[in-house]
């Protein structure tokens, strides 16, 4: 079970860099869509959200 969420952890804490990544480079744009930020922003949320959970559990 520990390797299960080991390995779910992992895939959240890659797809929410790869989020960062492109937060960060939808805001070096000369006009940055602010509709898609937020959305980027509330699901890289959400994912750390979960991670928490999930490192909790293994607790």
Do not use: C
């Not at 797809?15 to 937020?38: Q, T």
Request: charged share 40%.
């Amino acid at each position: 079970m520990t390797m299960t969420i080991n390995g779910r952890i992992q895939a959240l804490q890659d797809r929410h860099d790869k989020l960062d990544e492109n937060i960060s480079h939808e805001e070096g744009r000369p006009a940055p869509d602010e509709n898609l930020l937020v959305k980027m922003k509330m699901e890289k949320l959400r994912l750390k959200d979960e991670i928490e959970q999930l490192r909790r559990q293994m607790h």
